[in-house]
C-alpha cells in the first residue's frame, strides 16, 4: 500500500497515528491525516495560507501521555483510507510515480467534506492544490523494506478465539486450588492433576485460539509426569507452543462456578499467578463467579466448573 509513498509522505502517516493516539481516537480519521501533513511539512501548508486554518494541530503534538496507549494497533478510518486513494490518483494525475505530501492533501480535501470546508474558510482552493501537486518535485521511491516496515506500523492485528471449559467433581479432605491459588475450603476437586478448574478452562481455551487441539493432548491424564502436576506449568507450557508460534494473549475472560466459598477476595491473586504464569499483565486477566443457585451437582456442591474464552494476536 505504501510502496509508492516519499519517505515524507510515509512521515505523514506516522505522524497521523500518533496525532490519533494522543487524541484518544481509535482510527486515524482524515484530521490526524492533516495533523501529520502540518507536522511533517508545514512549509506546504504555509505557502498555501493554511496557517490561517485556525486547526489546532500543535495541542496533538504538545507531548504528554498518549490517550490510547501506543502499543494498541490504530486503523485507519474509512475516510482516511479514501483519502489514501485519492492520493494515488493525484500523483497519477500528475503522471508521478511517487506519492507525495501534496498529493495526500489532495487525497484529504477531496475525500473528506469537514476537512475541505476548513480548508476552504482558509482560502485553498482546489486549482491551487493540484497546482502544488503538479509542481512538487520529484523524489526518489523509497525502498520496499520502509514500506514493509510502515505496513507493520499500521497494520490490523489479526485475531482468534478459543472457549475452554472444566469441571471437576469436589471431594473432601482435598485441596482446593484455582488459578493456581489456594482457597481455604473443606473439600477439593477430585482428579488426576490438581483440578484447578480455572487454569484447566484457561489453557484449554489458549489452546483452542491457537488451533492446537486440547489440554488432553498436551497434559495426558495417563503420563505420570502430569500426577498433582501445578496447573500453572500447564499454563506455562502453553504459553511456550503460543510464543513459538508469533501468538500474543490479548485477553482471558473466565468465569467459575461454585455454590461455595466466596471467590472474588481471592481473584487479585488468581489474576497475578495466571497472568505471571502466561507472562502477561493481570489487567489482561479477567475473572467472574457465580453460584448455579443450588441447583444440580454444582449447586449440590458436588462439583465446581469454569468456563473461559481466551483471545490471541496473531
Ligand atoms: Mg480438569
Known amino acids: 500500500m505504501f510502496e509508492r509513498y516519499t519517505e515524507e509522505a510515509r512521515r505523514v502517516i506516522f505522524f497521523a497515528r500518533f496525532a490519533a493516539s494522543m ?19 508545514s512549509e506546504l501548508f504555509n505557502s498555501l495560507l493554511l496557517a490561517k486554518a485556525n486547526l489546532d494541530f500543535e495541542k496533538l503534538f504538545r507531548g504528554g501521555k ?17 483519502a489514501l486513494r485519492l492520493a494515488v490518483q493525484s500523483a497519477d494525475r500528475a503522471r508521478s510515480r511517487s506519492v507525495a505530501v501534496e498529493d495526500l492533501l489532495c487525497g484529504v480535501f477531496q475525500a473528506d467534506a469537514r476537512s475541505r470546508k476548513q480548508l476552504k474558510r482558509a482560502g485553498l482552493t482546489e486549482a491551487a ?8 518535485p520529484s523524489e526518489p521511491v ?3 523494506s520502509a514500506a514493509e516496515h510502515l505496513a507493520h506500523v499500521l497494520r490490523v492485528h489479526s485475531s482468534q478465539c478459543g472457549v475452554g471449559y472444566d469441571l471437576h467433581r469436589l471431594g473432601e479432605g482435598r485441596k482446593l486450588i484455582l488459578g493456581g491459588v489456594e482457597v481455604p475450603f473443606e473439600k477439593g476437586p477430585v482428579g488426576h492433576s490438581n483440578g484447578d478448574v480455572l487454569s484447566h478452562a484457561v489453557c484449554d481455551a489458549l489452546l483452542g485460539a491457537a488451533g492446537l487441539g486440547d489440554i ?3 497434559f495426558p491424564d495417563t503420563d505420570p509426569k502430569w500426577k498433582g502436576a501445578s496447573s500453572l506449568l500447564f499454563l506455562e507450557h502453553t504459553r511456550k507452543l503460543l510464543d513459538g508460534r508469533s501468538l500474543r494473549i490479548a485477553h482471558i475472560d473466565a468465569v467459575v462456578i461454585t455454590e461455595k466459598p466466596r471467590l472474588g477476595p481471592h481473584f487479585p491473586a488468581m489474576r497475578e499467578a495466571l497472568a505471571k504464569a502466561l507472562g502477561i499483565s ?22 465446581i466448573a469454569s468456563h473461559a474464552i481466551a483471545t490471541l494476536e496473531a
Not at 467472574?288 to 456442591?301: C, H, L, Q, S, Y
Request: net charge positive; charged share 30%.
Open 129 to 136: 492544490l493540484k497546482r502544488a501537486a503538479a509542481a512538487k
Open 23 to 41: 487524541d484518544g481516537a481509535y482510527s486515524i480519521g482524515p484530521f490526524h491525516l492533516l495533523a501529520g501533513i502540518y507536522k511533517e511539512k
Open 282 to 303: 493481570p489487567e489482561r486477566v479477567n475473572l467472574k463467579a457465580k453460584t448455579n443457585e443450588g441447583v444440580d451437582a454444582i449447586g449440590r456442591g458436588e462439583a
Open 66 to 82: 498518549p490517550r490510547v496507549p501506543t502499543s494498541v494497533e490504530i486503523p485507519l478510518s474509512k475516510g482516511s483510507e479514501k
Open 142 to 144: 523509497p525502498t520496499e
Open 216 to 218: 488432553g493432548t498436551h
